[in-house]
């Protein structure tokens, strides 16, 4: 894997979020700039995407879930727990980082909602939306 051109991430990697996380049931929703997506909420078809599925149990799909994650190139599992994950994912070149976050709620089995926000800027040229597909398909594998 290619790092991060020196001194880039630290210039486009801003700041980890102190306000993610689950809260109430929900993942954060999206801001209004099109550089995110998220399974839950009242959102937009810009925004929405469809959560991940699992048949099975909660524990095994956490664990291939963290696998399929580690396996993509650039990611950092940052914190999990038995129903949430979060992640970081830094660009080849320039060091932007995407915060992507997956939970599974205990009240829908089967379910694993996400979000994938880029930190900076307006648009992400759909990164984060190829991204939540690819892990879905290796997920689903």
């Known amino acids: 894997m290619i790092a991060a051109l020196p001194g880039f991430k630290a210039l486009f990697g801003g700041t980890r979020p102190t306000d993610i996380g689950?809260?109430?049931?929900?993942l954060k929703a999206c801001p209004k700039s099109p550089?995110?997506?998220v399974s839950q909420g009242d959102t937009?078809?810009?925004?929405?995407?469809a959560p991940l599925s699992y048949t099975g149990d909660a524990a095994a799909a956490m664990t291939t879930l963290r696998q399929v994650i580690e396996a993509q190139?650039?990611?950092?599992?940052?914190?999990?727990?038995?129903?949430y994950l979060y992640a970081e994912f830094t660009s080849k070149l320039m060091g932007y980082v995407d915060d992507v976050e997956f939970?599974?709620?205990?009240d829908a089995a089967g379910t694993v909602h996400v979000r994938s926000a880029a930190?900076?800027?307006?648009?992400?040229?759909g990164v984060n939306r190829?991204?939540?597909e690819a892990i879905r398909s290796a997920f689903s594998a």
Do not use: F, M, W
């Not at 930190?119 to 040229?125: A, E, K, W």
């Open 119 to 125: 930190r900076l800027g307006q648009s992400d040229l």
């Open 22 to 26: 689950v809260k109430a049931g929900q």
């Open 103 to 106: 939970y599974l709620p205990t």
């Open 44 to 49: 937009d078809a810009e925004h929405a995407i």
């Open 130 to 132: 190829k991204r939540i």
């Open 35 to 37: 550089n995110c997506v």
């Open 73 to 83: 190139d650039g990611s950092a599992v940052i914190e999990q727990t038995d129903t």
